[in-house]
């Protein structure tokens, strides 16, 4: 059994190009398969716009991505908020190029070592096509404020109609994508071994399945390794996980209230993510994953937590991986990324 992905080419929709997911041999590979059937004979609505994160030379530039919030912005501001007894809600901050990050008319340093590439990418002496954090951290700060949480959902986004509400899912969706291609751009530039392209396959209203202890198994083999061309179990619940928190507030001190954010999976869907960066696993050559990964299960003990407990949805769940030489013909990522680059529209998923 194999999923073919045909994709194409946005500009000239007759380009198309296929590869080809060899699913594992275990059940939870099995039964994504069977979800991704229910999801296709349904016919769900693939989300496009927030699909192909992380391609430098995507045609989703960072223009036409700054253009996009430009658009949702109008939105939103020209909404009249007042007749559901609500202040308006006005967002003044305007998106091009130059104000998401620094021009390339800044220093940039053309080359380092793999091993020092995040250390580098985090210094301030070379700042050209560095991401501008704190605009987007306001940007994501109107999604919050407008959406608000599962557990307290926003008045403003309860009382939006839908062109509204799909104007403030876009903040958030166009946000995330756009600092994944200003990251990779930069990457491309700085280590172009580094560059970390993935795929993000998801689809409205995707039915959810009850993750069993037998799935769960898969945290153990895999763990936090992420391999070229592998494809994994997209995340289908919202909340952070362990490792989110302990990388997002640098290793805290677990309270009570820390702890009710923290989220184990709990489901799994026909949904998929495909890593398209250089592989990053365990005693291999990345040592700052090795640093990591120790520290993380050091912080996991002192706090009474087992890093070999499967219900602690340590890692990731690899489903399958792309046979790449049928597919493209080789397994070199820059011309993999070369072909795909162009290609960047799912235009079909079939099951063979």
């Known amino acids: 059994m194999e999923v073919k992905v045909t994709l194409q080419n946005p500009f000239d929709n007759a380009d198309k190009i296929s590869y080809y997911i060899t699913p594992n041999d275990t059940k939870l590979a099995q039964d994504w398969v069977n979800a991704l059937k229910e999801i296709l004979d349904q016919n769900l609505t693939l989300e496009k716009s927030f699909c192909f994160l992380g391609w430098p030379d995507s045609a989703r530039t960072v223009e036409y991505l700054c253009d996009e919030l430009n658009k949702s912005v109008e939105i939103i501001n020209h909404y009249d908020y007042t007749q559901h007894g609500l202040e308006d809600y006005i967002i003044e901050e305007w998106f091009h190029p130059n104000t998401v990050r620094f021009p390339d008319t800044y220093p940039i340093e053309t080359r380092v070592r793999s091993d020092s590439v995040e250390a580098h990418l985090a210094s301030q002496e070379a700042i050209g096509l560095k991401t501008k954090h704190s605009m987007m951290n306001q940007l994501h700060n109107h999604f919050e404020r407008l959406e608000g949480t599962v557990e307290n ?24 994508e756009l600092e994944c291609l200003l ?17 993000i396959t998801t689809f409205f209203n995707a039915t959810r399945h009850t993750l069993t202890d037998e799935h769960r198994q898969g945290f153990l083999t895999n763990g936090f390794d992420r391999e070229f061309g592998a494809v994994y179990m997209h995340w289908t619940q919202i909340g952070k996980t362990l490792i989110e928190v302990f990388r997002d507030e640098d290793a805290p001190d677990l309270d009570d209230a820390t702890c009710e954010a ?9 949904e998929f993510d495909v890593e398209w960066g250089r592989s990053i696993t365990r005693n291999s050559d990345c040592p700052w994953h090795d640093r990591e990964l120790l520290r993380f299960e050091n912080w996991l003990l002192k706090h009474g937590l087992d890093p070999m407990d499967p219900t602690l949805s340590l890692g990731y769940l690899k489903l399958g991986e792309v046979d790449l030489e049928k597919s493209f013909g080789t397994d070199d990522p820059f011309k993999i990324w070369k072909q795909m680059s162009s290609h960047l ?8």
């Open 183 to 199: 990251l990779s751009q930069r990457k491309q530039r700085v280590a172009p071994e580094w560059v970390r392209p993935s795929q």
């Open 153 to 176: 959902p926003s008045h403003y986004g309860q009382v939006s109609p839908p062109e509204v509400r799909n104007a403030i899912r876009q903040l958030n969706n166009v946000c995330h």
């Open 262 to 270: 923290i989220t184990h999976l709990q489901y799994y869907s026909g």
């Open 345 to 352: 529209d799912i235009d079909r998923i079939e099951i063979l």
